[in-house]
């Protein structure tokens, strides 16, 4: 009987246990449709905290000692801490598009670009954005913007999209360029008037007077281009698909190729010790060092990192780099190529 009497308490005990459970399971639900359901006019989704682990990034800056990350759904998210925790300050809610690259302006104005022609700009460094154009119905993207002064603004795109600005971005006016209509990848200029622009099927177009008129250079590849950036005096770089990265000292005339060792595309670039040095990047991890003599310093990949899009160097002189998985690292101070 006693034996009965045990295991009958403990099956009521278990009975309890359970019904406690079901119950706690039961509220959880409950309390779960409530949030979904309930009103959210008291949150920002803007100053949250972003997830990032999964999420395309494509490009990346620095300014004012903050990194600017942005990316597909509208995306733009913020850092104060050197890229060890970040907060959103756009998002798709606002604008539903990828956005492709970021640009600073001056050390308060940003603009980001992306599809369907769409422009941001920011007037406090990032923190804040208001869409500037958008046209959803032709669904082209721009690709980046560029800028000497702050003043003069270029901003480029698909399908020979390219556009000037001379008022500071607030108005923005076409181009015609001696193209058919290829895919512009990237600008870059030099402090006086030569500017370059890259793009698909080896296009590189060149002007000698701050974008007033643009010629045409002479092919020297047939692959996509898609960066570009001014070294130091009349030293210049291009890269893009294959691991092809080109090299000129005298302002474009004459262009050879630099053996990286890979074939892995390259998509982004930092600058290092005032132009002495560049750092490339691009698919696998991959990144390749020159000097600005065109010298191949080092390369090497990045593992666990995916394809990486940009990268930008940190006050400590450590290299942060974001791409497809998006702006979390499990490893820091990744790359020592920086000795002058």
């Known amino acids: ?25 039961c509220l959880l639900v409950a309390g779960l449709v409530l949030f979904a359901f309930s009103p959210r006019e008291s949150v920002n989704p803007n100053l949250g905290l972003l997830n990032l682990n999964r999420m395309q990034i494509n490009d990346l800056i620095t300014v004012n000692n903050r990194l600017v990350a942005v990316g597909e759904r509208g995306i733009i998210a913020v850092s104060e801490t050197n890229g060890h925790s970040w907060e959103i300050r756009h998002s798709d809610t606002e604008t539903p598009v990828t956005l492709t690259d970021i640009s600073r302006i001056d050390d308060n104005l940003l603009l980001a670009v992306g599809h369907d022609s769409v422009m941001l700009r920011s007037e406090d460094g990032g923190l804040n954005w208001e869409a500037v154009m958008r046209d959803s119905e032709l669904g082209e993207p721009l690709l980046g913007t560029w800028s000497a002064d702050g003043q003069r603004i270029f901003a480029y795109g698909s399908f020979g999209k390219f556009m000037v600005s001379n008022d500071a971005g607030a108005t923005f006016t076409d181009i015609e360029l001696p193209i058919f209509g290829e895919h512009l990848a990237a600008m870059a200029g030099n402090s006086a008037d030569t500017r370059m622009l890259v793009g698909e099927m080896g296009l590189v ?28 005096d009349d030293n210049w770089v291009a890269y893009g698909m294959r691991g092809h990265v080109f090299f000129t000292s005298d302002n ?7 053996d990286i060792g890979s074939e892995l595309p390259l ?7 005032g132009g002495k040095q560049i750092m490339m990047v691009g698919t696998g991890g991959i990144f390749v060092s ?34 497809q998985r998006g702006l979390t690292q499990s490893t820091r101070n990744l790359v020592a190529a920086w000795n002058e």
């Open 1 to 25: 009987m006693a034996a009965i009497a045990t295991l009958a308490r403990s099956h009521t005990l278990e009975n309890t246990v359970y019904r406690l459970i079901s119950y706690s399971f």
């Open 290 to 323: 020159l000097t600005s003599d065109g010298e191949l310093l080092e390369s090497g990949n990045l593992e666990g990192l995916g394809t990486l899009t940009s990268a930008v160097v940190l006050p400590s002189g450590e290299v942060f780099v974001a791409g």
């Open 252 to 258: 474009g005339d004459n262009w050879s190729q630099i």
């Open 267 to 273: 998509y982004g670039h930092t600058l290092v010790n």
């Open 205 to 232: 177009l060149r002007s000698l007077d701050d974008g007033e008129s643009w010629e045409k250079l002479d092919a020297f590849y047939d692959g996509s281009l898609f960066g570009a950036a001014h070294l130091q």
